[in-house]
């Protein structure tokens, strides 16, 4: 079994709708969890990252942790085509290890005008 | 501006061939990382490597060796290129603790 799960989709929404994304974990030693987008033909580039439980908020984008259910959330608010990418989760083992990132399957997301 | 740079985009090359790529950082960086990238598989990681010629296996190393011996320059030999080995290969790059990892574009690999 994978440390790290994500739903591979394709999602598809309609433009506005909101986005939302999510991935499980198996390794409760995952305190920093991270949001990566992946443009097609691209390499992937860092969204926003959280530490520990909570809500972390930019702009469009919200990134929840529940440590309690191993189970990270982001979600996209007024969804435009320019979002349509791929969303990867990834979480480093340990602080000694911030190379290692886990990285979930990726989630491609399609937003249709 | 940060950047990552990889050898080529797309390569095809032949079974038994010896492959090299090659990944370039200017950000003056420690940590130097090569993933794969399959379907339904995410990131893999391959090897990567703390300093100049400091190298830790991943989680697939099995038919791939790789040399730093420059710090900004981190390289990907495949000794015998099989069909299995078709993917797209990222690079990436970051500074030591709590940082995020810059990638490059990748290179498109097509073992035929």
């Known amino acids: 079994q994978k440390e790290v799960e994500q739903d591979p989709g394709p999602l598809s929404v309609p433009e506005g709708a909101i986005v939302s994304l999510n991935c499980t974990y198996s390794?409760?030693?995952?305190?920093?969890f991270m949001w990566y987008r992946q443009y097609s033909r691209k390499g992937p580039e860092l969204l926003m990252y959280?530490?520990?439980?909570g809500n972390k908020e930019d702009g469009r984008f919200t990134a929840q942790v529940d440590k309690s259910s191993k189970y990270i959330s982001l979600f996209i608010r007024d969804s435009q085509p320019s979002d349509s990418a791929t969303y990867l989760c990834?979480?480093?083992?340990?602080?000694?290890?911030?190379?290692?990132?886990?990285f979930g399957a990726g989630t491609q997301v399609v937003v249709t005008p | 501006d940060v950047k990552v740079t990889q050898s080529s985009r797309y390569l095809v090359k032949r079974t038994g061939e010896k492959v090299f790529l090659e990944c370039v950082q200017d950000?003056?960086?420690?940590?130097m990382f090569w993933y794969r990238q399959d379907p339904g598989l995410g990131l893999r990681l391959i090897y990567f490597?703390?300093?100049?010629?400091?190298?830790e296996k991943g989680d697939i190393p099995e038919g791939y060796s790789v040399s730093r011996e420059k710090k900004e320059r981190f390289s990907l030999i495949l000794e015998s290129a099989s069909t299995n080995q078709t993917s797209m290969y990222l690079c990436?790059?970051?500074?030591?603790?709590?940082?995020?990892?810059?990638f490059g574009p990748g290179t498109r690999l097509t073992v035929l």
């Open positions: 990436a790059s970051s500074s030591q603790g709590p940082d995020t990892q810059y």
């Open positions: 390794n409760s030693a995952f305190q920093y």
């Open positions: 959280t530490y520990s439980s």
């Open positions: 990834a979480m480093p083992p340990s602080t000694d290890s911030w190379g290692k990132l886990q």
């Open positions: 950000m003056d960086h420690e940590n």
């Open positions: 490597s703390y300093d100049v010629k400091m190298k």
